[in-house]
């Protein structure tokens, strides 16, 4: 991906003390944890639907400005009934935020229901460093209704400050900035300043195609399947253009599960990866041809050797 928010006069003006530190976002499945991350950074970092648990990696996303670097960790939304190891490697990928964070952002959705045995409560119980609320979708509530889900919020746990806002139609980002940085410690920055994340391209390729599987497949199917990269070689086409050639193998757990996804006569994965391909252009910035494979591995989301190889 190529930089666009980056400054690199960043450390370069001895006049401003420079800020760098790790600020790790949490918050309940679908209460817009990664729309919020990706329209701080100002880059796709994240695949965004309307469908819980989408989010299931840790996602670290960079943005870096005059003074200051700031390391975002988007992390899975906290299950709060684990029914699989999968769910459990994601919660734990959720629990070790608070021990390597200089600020926790705790996104909560004011149109969900407050309740006392929020798993959330516990984990950020455990934090020692500044806990900033985002109170999500304002715009889809009356106003009152941010001033008492912070009073209870703050009778639960040790808020810091607050902001109520639209990460998806008004992010309120300068605004949000200017309080993260406050948080921040001074001290050099962790990565080079052109850099806006710590996950190669192929990751970012599975989620591409994991996201469209998700907006083309319903019920189970999409809690169901896995998408990995086996083969991404770039390169030039006969007539000289650059050409990035991808195969993927979706993995899903019965065999009724990959008839679904391949479709009658193999439409419905042609669908997948004409969509699919698309998307991909627009991200690597080059064509595409794309290689799309369906393969069964039973109950891979309880199977420790699956979920390793999947990056849980």
């Known amino acids: 991906m190529e930089p666009t928010n980056n400054d690199s006069t960043a450390v370069n003006n001895p006049a401003i003390p420079f800020r760098s530190g790790f600020v790790n976002i949490i918050g309940r499945p679908n209460a817009g944890k990664s729309t919020l991350m990706n329209a701080l ?3 796709r970092m994240s695949i965004i639907t309307h469908k819980p648990q989408t989010t299931r990696h840790r996602i670290i996303g960079i943005l870096s400005g005059e003074g200051f670097q700031i390391v975002f960790s988007d992390t899975p939304g906290y299950v709060k009934q684990p029914n699989y190891r999968m769910h459990q490697a994601m919660n734990r990928s959720v629990e070790g935020t608070v021990e390597d964070a200089d600020l926790m952002l705790f996104v909560f959705d004011l149109t969900e229901e407050l ?7 516990d984990v950020l119980k455990k934090t020692e460093v500044p806990i900033l609320l985002i109170l999500n979708k304002n715009d889809l509530v009356a106003e009152q209704r941010a001033q008492d889900v912070t009073g209870w919020w703050r009778k639960r746990i040790a808020v810091t400050d607050a902001l109520a806002l639209s990460a998806l139609k008004e992010p309120n980002a300068a605004s949000l900035l200017e309080k993260i940085i406050g948080f921040l410690p001074e001290g050099e920055p962790y990565y080079p300043i052109d850099q806006l994340t710590d996950r190669p391209e192929r990751f970012f390729v599975s989620e591409i195609i994991r996201e469209k599987i998700l907006l083309l497949f319903s019920d189970e199917i999409p809690y169901s399947t896995e998408v990995v990269v086996e083969d991404f070689k ?3 086409t006969t007539a000289g253009e650059d050409i990035a050639r991808i195969q993927a193998t979706i993995f899903v ?8 996804v391949l479709g009658k006569g193999g439409a419905a994965i042609k669908k997948l990866g004409s969509i699919a391909r698309l998307d991909l252009e627009r991200f690597l910035k080059t064509k595409v041809f794309l290689e799309l494979t369906v393969k069964v591995r039973d109950n891979w989301r309880d199977d420790d050797k699956a979920l390793q190889r999947f990056g849980y």
């Not at 309740?115 to 409560?121: A, R, T």
């Open 115 to 121: 309740e006392d045995d929020n798993p959330v409560i």
């Open 253 to 260: 757990m019965r065999e009724t599960q990959k008839a679904i």
């Open 41 to 43: 950074v100002g880059e």
């Open 234 to 236: 770039e390169g030039k």
